[in-house]
C-alpha cells in the first residue's frame, strides 16, 4: 500500500491550497483516514481526520472553520482544502490510512511521504 501526498507549495498568508493523497494498492472504501503534520522543531500533529463513512470528521482546533477535509473513495483520494491560511500552518503535511479512527488516532498503519507547504507572511 502506498500513498502519494502532493499539493503543497509555497503561499501567501490568507491564500488557500488543496492537498491530495492518493491511495494505491488498497481500496479506501473501509479506511479511516487524516490529515497529520509536523513544523519544524514540534511534534507531529492531527489536523482533520475522516470515518470510512465520511459521516464523522474531527479537526484541529486551530484549523476549524479554515481546513476541510473530503473523501472520493471513487477516485482513492483524500483532499485537504485549506482556506485563509496563516504562518503557523507551514509544516510538512502527511496523509495517513488505517481501519478505524481509533487506530487513525493511535497509531495508523498506511503513510504518505509529506508534503511541504510554506505559508508566508
Known amino acids: 500500500v502506498q500513498l502519494q501526498a502532493s499539493g503543497g507549495g509555497l503561499v501567501q498568508a490568507g491564500g488557500s491550497l488543496k492537498l491530495s493523497c492518493v491511495a494505491s494498492?488498497?481500496?479506501?472504501?473501509?479506511?479511516?483516514m487524516g490529515w497529520f503534520r509536523q513544523a519544524p522543531g514540534k511534534e507531529r500533529e492531527s489536523v482533520a481526520l475522516?470515518?470510512?463513512?465520511?459521516?464523522?470528521?474531527e479537526y484541529a482546533e486551530s484549523v476549524k472553520g479554515r481546513f476541510t477535509i473530503i473523501r472520493d473513495d471513487p477516485q482513492n483520494t483524500v483532499f485537504l482544502q485549506m482556506n485563509r491560511l496563516k504562518p503557523e500552518d507551514t509544516a510538512v503535511y502527511y496523509c495517513?490510512?488505517?481501519?478505524?479512527?481509533?487506530?487513525?488516532?493511535?497509531?495508523?498503519?498506511?503513510w504518505g511521504q509529506g508534503t511541504l507547504v510554506t505559508v508566508s507572511s
Open positions: 475522516i470515518s470510512w463513512s465520511g459521516g464523522w470528521t
Open positions: 494498492g488498497r481500496t479506501t472504501s473501509n479506511q479511516s
Open positions: 495517513a490510512m488505517t481501519g478505524t479512527v481509533s487506530a487513525l488516532k493511535r497509531r495508523p498503519e498506511y
